[in-house]
Nanobody, 124 residues
């Protein structure tokens, strides 16, 4: 599975961005998908996850109510709609995929496939 993230950029505080992640390659079944982010000098943090069928989602505490993860399995796409952005959201954002179960869905070690990252910079 190859993942290609896009949609990052520079946005003012309070603004919005939509990230996209395209999955390609041989997939026998749709994987669970997630977004993580990593700021310079910090650990990679969980942002949001969506199960294979799109029916269940999970968000990090600081993302709840501001971010929305969605997917279109017909297009092999996952999206992250980000609203009310602030400087704390500045980071490289990575999409990830896993065929493991839903246990520890927030744990980055559960994800075997990663995109290259797309930079989001929020100016104050």
């Amino acid at each position: 599975v190859q993942l290609q993230a896009s949609g990052g950029g520079l946005v003012q505080a309070g603004g919005s961005l939509r990230l996209s992640c395209k999955a390609s390659g041989r997939m026998f079944r749709d994987p669970h998908m997630a977004w993580f982010r990593q700021a310079p000098g910090k650990e990679r943090d969980f942002v949001a996850a969506i199960l294979w069928d799109g029916r269940n989602t999970d968000y990090g505490d600081s993302e709840k109510g501001r971010f929305t993860i969605s997917r279109d399995n017909a297009k092999n796409m996952v999206y992250l709609e980000m609203n009310s952005l602030n400087s704390e959201d500045t980071a490289a954002y990575y999409c990830a995929a896993t065929h493991y179960g839903t246990t520890r869905i927030r744990d980055s070690s559960r994800y075997a496939y990663w995109g290259q990252g797309t930079q989001v910079t929020v100016s104050s």
